[in-house]
């Protein structure tokens, strides 16, 4: 953006203007200690314009420059799709009264009782819309199998079998919460369906205390939140190996979290593409059902936005990575064993 073109903005004239009364204060300040210097004006004068010159900088950044930042940062969270979870979030921005007035006033739509409904109307005509089609898939997995049985095919009709069973659980409501037990069932579902093209080059362990088994099997999770990393970490990373490859389901509990590590020993990621995934997992994304997501299916980012939406900011995911090493993924969501638990239930459809 030029220069002339940066000029429009109110923000970059007032940047623009505490830049010049701060090199106004420098220039002042040099001059006046060398006029003290050479006894033609008081040494007092002299310090306190130069204590001026190098408090305003600071009361400047701390005062209105940083401020200014934390306000557009929470704009462009609400811009993103993001309402306000705290009141204190909401007196952040305080740009103008004018400003403040009118986003409290789109905050209280967007909260309103009408507009949840009209957004868990539209989620469930989706629903079911997509669910006008897999019938006819079902109908057809199922004659597959009946076929393949017949011929004596057994390993078509156990991967029939399984095929259908996957579609069955991810195209049911995906925004309802299930238990832990439940994801991996499927996760160990989709990965028998890949035992099928990489056989035993592929390994999957899953580790728990088993003190904590029921405590961490009957906690709520989002649908959909572990196969889809499951399958990212088989794509981007054990496939790519030279070898055989493992994966890695981990729990873990604290007082009040559960902690979920998904590792695989492939060929990892460079730091910058590193840096930019966790830039993407923890600044507020375009929205559930941005273009990009549908053409790329259920991603990181995905899982991480329903994490977020359902549960609160504090939690979701980052990723660690070492290049020829491997690369962890850890989820962290709360520990809730019934629904009405939840922060944000009126997104759950």
Partial sequence: M?????????????????????????????????????????????????????????V??????????????????????????????MELL???????????????????PQYMDLNKRQAQYLALQNQINPHFLYNTLESIRGEAIIAGLDSVADMTEALARFFRYTITKVENLVSVEEELDNCETYFGIQKYRFGDRLQLHIDYDIAEYEKI??????????????????????ELKVGGGNLYIRFQCTKDRLLIRISDDGVGMDEMTLAKLNQKLGKSTKAIHDNEEK??????????????????????????????EGTDVEITIPILTDDRQVKNRSVLV
């Avoid at 950044?61 to 979870?85: A, N, Q, V």
């Fill in 2 to 58: 030029k220069f002339k073109e940066k000029l429009k903005y109110i923000s970059n004239r007032a940047l623009v203007l505490g830049t010049v009364v701060f090199g106004s204060f420098i220039i002042l300040a040099v001059i006046q200690l060398l006029l003290a210097y050479k006894g033609e004006t008081p040494w007092w004068m002299a310090i306190i314009i130069t204590i001026f010159a190098i408090l305003f900088p600071i």
């Fill in 60 to 89: 400047f950044w701390l005062w209105i420059h940083r401020p200014y930042m934390r306000c557009e940062k929470m704009t462009d969270r609400f811009l993103d799709g993001y309402i306000f979870s705290e009141k204190e979030d």
């Fill in 94 to 112: 305080n740009l103008t009264p004018s400003i403040q007035k009118q986003m409290k006033m789109v905050d209280r739509i967007v909260r309103s």
């Fill in 217 to 238: 099997m009957n906690c709520r999770i989002p649908k959909l939140t572990l196969q889809p990393i499951l399958e990212n970490s088989i794509i981007h990373g054990v």
């Fill in 295 to 324: 053409q790329g299916g259920i991603a990181l980012v995905n899982v991480n936005n329903r994490i977020h939406l359902i549960f609160g900011d504090e939690y979701g995911m980052h990723v660690y990575s070492v290049p020829g």
